[in-house]
């Protein structure tokens, strides 16, 4: 089984400032790892995935995330926020080949402020 | 390309009574999975459909079931429903869900009273 560690409920930061989303991961197996963002009353939109090759993954809204397999983390990143980047974040986890069952970490509220 | 559609958006239903929600998946995808997402439990897995027949599934009791069409439309029932059972459920369609990833819809509101 997998499971997802987001270890920042909340994220505050100023617009134009970078931010950092963690997430770590667990598996005994090969994983795909992907991070999802979801506005209030929305569902989920994908901002990136890793499935294989290289380890620094780009996404849309200028979003990108780097896969450390040693360190068990995909940790999302952004050189300059938006106010309207402000959303809850998800990072998600599936074993290899079975991308369909994800496995969810308990979100990441980024606030951005003027 | 359309998405993912669910119906419907909003659902309120009492205890002990039994409701069905629809997705239709975007176009030319065959796997459907579903989710509940909840504050105290945050999204969990329910489970997934592909070519009609349940492919994966998660840990939730038997009261939580599904289909899915040769459409590829799924529909997910709910039987003998609990206060608990109140939650955002989510659909996510793929092309296979092998290595391909998912694309979720807006999601049913369900309120039990």
């Known amino acids: 089984a997998q499971s997802v560690t987001q270890l920042d409920s909340q994220v505050p930061v100023f617009e134009e400032a970078p931010v950092e989303l963690r997430c770590n991961y667990s598996?005994?197996?090969?994983?795909?790892l992907f991070w999802y963002v979801q506005y209030p009353n929305q569902g989920l939109q994908l901002l990136l995935k890793?499935?294989?090759?290289?380890?620094l993954v780009k996404g849309i809204n200028g979003f990108e995330a780097e896969f450390n397999k040693s360190q068990t983390s995909f940790h999302l990143r952004k050189p300059s926020v938006h106010i309207s980047d402000t959303a809850e974040y998800f990072c998600?986890?599936?074993?290899?080949?079975?991308?369909?069952?994800?496995?969810f970490g308990t979100g990441t509220r980024l606030q951005v402020t003027l | 390309k359309a998405g993912v559609t669910q119906t419907p958006r909003y659902l309120i239903k009492t205890r002990g009574q039994q409701v069905t929600l629809s997705c239709s998946p975007i176009?030319?995808?065959?796997?459907v999975s579903w989710y509940q997402q909840t504050p105290g439990q945050g999204l969990q897995f329910l489970f997934e459909?592909?070519?009609?027949?349940?492919?994966n599934k998660g840990n939730f009791p038997g009261r939580f079931s599904g289909r899915q069409f040769s459409n590829s439309r799924s529909e997910m029932n709910v039987s003998t429903l609990e206060l608990g059972d109140s939650a955002l459920y989510l659909c996510?369609?793929?092309?296979?869900?092998?290595?391909?990833?998912?694309?979720f819809g807006p999601g049913t509101r369900l309120t039990v009273l």
């Open positions: 996510a369609s793929s092309l296979e869900g092998l290595t391909t990833e998912q694309f």
């Open positions: 598996s005994s197996v090969s994983v795909y």
């Open positions: 890793y499935l294989s090759g290289s380890t």
């Open positions: 998600a986890v599936s074993a290899a080949g079975t991308a369909s069952k994800l496995t």
């Open positions: 176009s030319g995808h065959r796997s």
């Open positions: 459909y592909f070519s009609e027949t349940q492919r």
